[in-house]
């Protein structure tokens, strides 16, 4: 059944009044007619007139035309029952027949109204409820999907019913999601809540920032609950590598914290293994062992630093490296066009180089030849540079590293004294450490090259040049951050001076600065514009091996066509894939259910025609740890919000009637029928605009025909 109305904007008044003006206007119009014509004739052209301006009018006043329509709609009520292995796990599998005796007895009573299904890893309908008996075998919980059903669910559903433990090994948690649905969700306990006797590896936790070679605290929590004098050992591994033990005097009921010393003996990825020896009477052994990846950095950033001469400049700079432990610094110092002093050239390797430093370079006796391959190394290798420009660099010989500076420029005569001022404070080139509260104009002066610089588009403008304490336009530091190449320059000589000032204000600040650009420049090749890798660093038994990959290039332009693949054990019995483009950048394979073991992988990118290739290295683990069995404790917690924020109620196995008699209450209450409405804007109607147009035009041709004036 369907029921329909008609409004204006102004009210149906409005429609009466053009009603009576359409028809009395034509009215007046074709109440004579030269030539004369019959009655028929007139009638048809006030016809055809008055309704053309009636129509007009009454586009003009905005009509809405509403259609509510009736149609049966059934109350469904959707159980879902938890069926992954951590209730098994727990002992509480054998509550599976109590679990099928709720089913029957609620599809008895809701055999129309009522679906049901299982869920772990992935959502199931159950066909016949009469017959299934959960058997426990998903090897992951995952309530979230539960949420996302039940959105995604075009039926009537009037209320969900959850029988699970509520431990969450799969996905997010699902409360607040659920509490924005509407839809009452009543959750059935299966279990109970008491303490298990359990040892157990809680979490591990480490620095983000590891060196090759330095000592980091990894850091191990252990917990205790319900186990009488346990002593157990925890071995510590690298790789499958054993590197320590260690006994652990464990009262009952307790919560210890270990640390080990890990000095890592090489950069990479590296997997860390700690494994807690079981004892008689515990629940689970699978939460006695934690895996976690950390990646390994080498261990000291390496420095390239080019001079054109000898100055004081270079001096105090070169000191303000070779002050931080982080970095070692090979120096090259020209001195004429054929001699250096210190290393040299043989010492400087760019491809060994993490961060190039210029300063005072090229200078007026640096050859061509010399400049020609430094320019292809920062150019060609993305190799992330830092331009100290003053009185020792030859400015003509500068536009050759036009590429990679971060502002151009023209030769002025004007030399300028100046003092820095902040012009731009969100850097962390100006807003590292010590100097995020430091007034630059605070410095001492220093002298700005001859030299007209503007910022290229993309670069910033650190810091300006302030000429008898009033700030000027001229920029003295710029950055400039294209993705994964980054550059800085300082416009500036006799920045020596910011090094010997006597002010307890600025002590330190030249060694920060330094510092601050050599960091920020460094992590230019630490982010993920490219990268191949699996979906996660640790699947379970039976779950399918995915990788995945993003390729963007420099512009951040998605690439389409290139060739990217992924070897599996690439030193030993290989097994090589390649990657499917889903678009957009974005590639994709799944290598199937996996053997249980380590694996490491390489995987390659190769850009069509451009010469240019990217590889990935790292590892994985496939069934290491049972994630159903680390905790097996009832979360009552959870089932307890879940109910109580979506307007459900909390049941046991045990009064399970009562959620029944509810459940039979809420459908019999809810309405069977539902109501779709309809609205259209009979503006917007082609039709109806048209109408009118046809009108007045077959109205014209019967009065050209009649011969009416």
């Given at each position: 059944?369907?029921d329909?109305?008609?409004?204006?904007?102004?009210?149906?008044?409005?429609?009466?009044?053009?009603l009576?003006?359409?028809?009395?206007?034509?009215?007046?119009?074709?109440?004579?007619?030269?030539?004369?014509?019959?009655?028929?004739?007139?009638?048809?052209?006030?016809?055809?007139?008055?309704?053309?301006?009636?129509?007009i009018?009454?586009?003009?006043?905005?009509?809405?035309?509403?259609?509510?329509?009736?149609?049966?709609?059934?109350p469904?009520?959707?159980?879902?029952?938890?069926?992954?292995?951590?209730?098994?796990?727990?002992?509480?599998g054998?509550q599976?027949?109590?679990?099928?005796?709720?089913?029957?007895?609620?599809?008895?009573?809701?055999?129309?109204?009522t679906?049901?299904?299982?869920?772990?890893?992935?959502?199931?309908?159950?066909?016949?409820?009469?017959?299934?008996?959960?058997?426990?075998?998903?090897?992951?919980?995952?309530?979230?999907?539960?949420?996302?059903k039940?959105?995604?669910?075009?039926?009537?559903v009037?209320?969900?019913?959850?029988?699970?433990?509520?431990?969450?090994?799969?996905g997010?948690?699902?409360?607040?999601?659920?509490?924005?649905?509407?839809?009452?969700?009543?959750?059935?306990?299966?279990?109970?809540?008491?303490?298990?006797?359990?040892?157990?590896?809680?979490?591990?936790?480490?620095?983000?920032?590891?060196?090759?070679?330095?000592?980091?605290?990894?850091?191990?929590?252990?917990?205790?609950?319900?186990?009488?004098?346990?002593?157990?050992?925890?071995?510590?591994y690298?790789?499958?590598?054993?590197?320590?033990?260690?006994?652990?005097?464990?009262?009952?009921?307790?919560?210890q914290?270990?640390e080990?010393?890990?000095?890592?003996?090489?950069?990479?990825?590296?997997r860390?293994?700690?494994?807690?020896?079981?004892?008689?009477g515990?629940?689970?052994?699978?939460?006695?062992?934690?895996?976690?990846?950390?990646?390994?950095?080498?261990?000291?950033?390496r420095?390239?630093?080019?001079?054109g001469?000898?100055?004081?400049?270079?001096?105090?700079?070169?000191?303000?490296?070779?002050?931080?432990?982080?970095?070692?610094?090979?120096?090259?110092?020209e001195?004429?066009?054929?001699?250096?002093?210190?290393?040299?050239?043989?010492?400087?390797?760019?491809?060994?180089?993490?961060?190039?430093?210029?300063?005072?370079?090229?200078?007026?006796?640096?050859?061509?030849d010399?400049?020609?391959?430094?320019?292809?190394?920062?150019?060609?290798?993305?190799k992330?540079?830092?331009?100290?420009?003053?009185?020792?660099?030859?400015?003509?010989?500068?536009?050759?590293?036009?590429?990679?500076?971060?502002?151009?420029?023209?030769v002025?005569?004007?030399?300028?004294?100046?003092?820095?001022?902040?012009?731009d404070s969100?850097?962390?080139?100006?807003?590292?450490?010590?100097?995020?509260?430091?007034?630059?104009?605070?410095?001492?002066?220093?002298?700005?090259?001859?030299?007209?610089?503007?910022?290229?588009?993309?670069?910033?403008?650190?810091?300006?040049?302030?000429?008898?304490?009033?700030?000027?336009?001229?920029?003295?530091?710029?950055?400039?951050?294209?993705?994964?190449?980054?550059?800085?320059?300082?416009?500036?000589?006799?920045?020596?001076?910011?090094?010997?000032?006597?002010?307890?204000?600025?002590?330190?600040?030249?060694?920060?600065?330094?510092?601050?650009?050599?960091?920020?420049?460094?992590?230019?090749?630490?982010?993920?514009?490219?990268?191949?890798?699996?979906?996660k660093?640790?699947?379970?038994?039976?779950?399918?091996?995915?990788?995945?990959?993003?390729?963007?290039?420099?512009?951040?332009?998605?690439?389409e066509?290139?060739?990217?693949?992924?070897?599996?054990?690439?030193d030993?019995?290989?097994?090589?894939?390649?990657?499917?483009?889903e678009?957009?950048?974005?590639?994709?394979?799944?290598?199937?259910?996996?053997p249980?073991?380590?694996?490491?992988?390489?995987?390659?990118?190769?850009?069509?025609?451009?010469?240019l290739?990217?590889?990935?290295?790292?590892?994985f683990?496939?069934?290491?740890?049972?994630p159903?069995?680390?905790d097996?404790?009832?979360?009552?917690?959870?089932?307890?919000?879940?109910?109580?924020?979506?307007?459900?109620?909390?049941?046991?196995?045990a009064?399970?009637?009562?959620?029944?008699?509810?459940?039979?209450?809420?459908?019999?209450?809810?309405?069977?029928?539902?109501?779709?409405?309809?609205?259209?804007?009979?503006?917007?109607n082609?039709?109806?605009?048209l109408?009118?147009?046809?009108?007045?035009?077959?109205?014209?041709?019967?009065?050209?025909?009649?011969?009416?004036?």
């Amino acid at each position: 059944m369907s029921d329909f109305s008609l409004s204006v904007s102004t009210g149906y008044i409005w429609l009466f009044i053009a009603l009576l003006f359409s028809a009395g206007f034509t009215y007046l119009h074709y109440r004579r007619t030269q030539p004369p014509l019959s009655f028929l004739f007139r009638s048809i052209l006030f016809l055809l007139r008055a309704t053309a301006i009636f129509l007009i009018i009454f586009i003009l006043l905005e009509p809405v035309f509403r259609l509510n329509s009736r149609e049966e709609n059934t109350p469904v009520n959707v159980v879902f029952v938890d069926n992954s292995s951590s209730i098994a796990a727990a002992g509480k599998g054998d509550q599976s027949a109590a679990i099928t005796a709720f089913l029957r007895s609620l599809n008895e009573a809701l055999p129309d109204n009522t679906v049901f299904a299982s869920f772990g890893i992935d959502i199931k309908e159950i066909d016949n409820p009469e017959d299934f008996t959960p058997d426990f075998s998903s090897p992951l919980t995952n309530l979230y999907n539960i949420i996302t059903k039940l959105k995604d669910d075009k039926r009537n559903v009037v209320s969900a019913v959850i029988i699970s433990d509520g431990i969450i090994t799969d996905g997010s948690n699902p409360v607040y999601q659920a509490a924005k649905e509407g839809i009452p969700v009543f959750t059935v306990a299966v279990g109970d809540s008491a303490d298990q006797k359990d040892l157990r590896i809680t979490a591990v936790s480490h620095n983000d920032l590891i060196y090759a070679g330095r000592a980091s605290v990894i850091s191990v929590d252990i917990a205790n609950d319900g186990i009488e004098n346990a002593n157990p050992v925890i071995s510590f591994y690298e790789d499958g590598k054993f590197l320590e033990s260690r006994p652990v005097i464990f009262p009952k009921d307790s919560r210890q914290n270990l640390e080990f010393v890990y000095t890592p003996t090489g950069s990479g990825e590296k997997r860390l293994d700690f494994k807690m020896e079981s004892v008689n009477g515990e629940i689970s052994a699978e939460n006695n062992k934690k895996q976690v990846f950390i990646r390994v950095r080498e261990s000291r950033i390496r420095i390239a630093l080019y001079a054109g001469a000898p100055s004081a400049d270079l001096r105090f700079l070169y000191q303000a490296l070779n002050s931080d432990a982080d970095f070692e610094v090979k120096r090259f110092i020209e001195i004429s066009g054929s001699k250096s002093l210190d290393e040299g050239l043989s010492a400087v390797k760019p491809d060994s180089s993490d961060v190039f430093v210029l300063c005072g370079f090229p200078g007026y006796t640096t050859s061509d030849d010399r400049i020609r391959r430094l320019v292809t190394a920062l150019s060609e290798r993305k190799k992330p540079v830092l331009f100290f420009v003053n009185r020792d660099t030859d400015l003509k010989k500068l536009v050759r590293f036009n590429e990679v500076l971060p502002f151009s420029f023209s030769v002025s005569n004007e030399v300028t004294e100046f003092q820095p001022w902040l012009a731009d404070s969100r850097s962390s080139v100006v807003n590292y450490q010590a100097l995020n509260s430091f007034r630059f104009d605070e410095l001492p002066p220093v002298v700005y090259p001859g030299i007209k610089a503007l910022p290229k588009p993309g670069s910033v403008t650190l810091l300006k040049a302030g000429i008898r304490n009033v700030p000027t336009d001229k920029p003295v530091y710029i950055s400039r951050d294209i993705y994964n190449s980054r550059s800085l320059a300082l416009l500036a000589s006799d920045t020596w001076k910011w090094k010997l000032q006597n002010n307890s204000k600025i002590e330190g600040f030249y060694d920060n600065f330094v510092s601050a650009a050599i960091r920020w420049l460094h992590a230019a090749g630490n982010r993920d514009n490219i990268y191949v890798k699996p979906v996660k660093k640790s699947f379970i038994s039976g779950e399918e091996t995915q990788f995945i990959a993003q390729v963007f290039d420099d512009g951040l332009n998605p690439v389409e066509n290139a060739d990217v693949s992924v070897t599996i054990n690439p030193d030993n019995n290989p097994t090589s894939l390649p990657l499917i483009p889903e678009g957009s950048g974005f590639y994709k394979i799944s290598f199937g259910q996996l053997p249980p073991g380590n694996y490491s992988y390489t995987g390659l990118v190769d850009f069509k025609g451009s010469g240019l290739n990217y590889s990935a290295k790292g590892s994985f683990v496939v069934g290491a740890i049972d994630p159903e069995k680390i905790d097996l404790k009832l979360n009552r917690t959870l089932l307890y919000s879940l109910s109580g924020e979506t307007g459900g109620d909390y049941f046991s196995l045990a009064n399970s009637q009562e959620l029944i008699d509810r459940l039979v209450k809420i459908t019999r209450s809810s309405s069977t029928e539902k109501i779709i409405a309809s609205e259209f804007d009979l503006r917007t109607n082609f039709l109806l605009l048209l109408i009118p147009l046809i009108l007045l035009a077959i109205e014209w041709m019967l009065r050209k025909t009649f011969g009416l004036l």
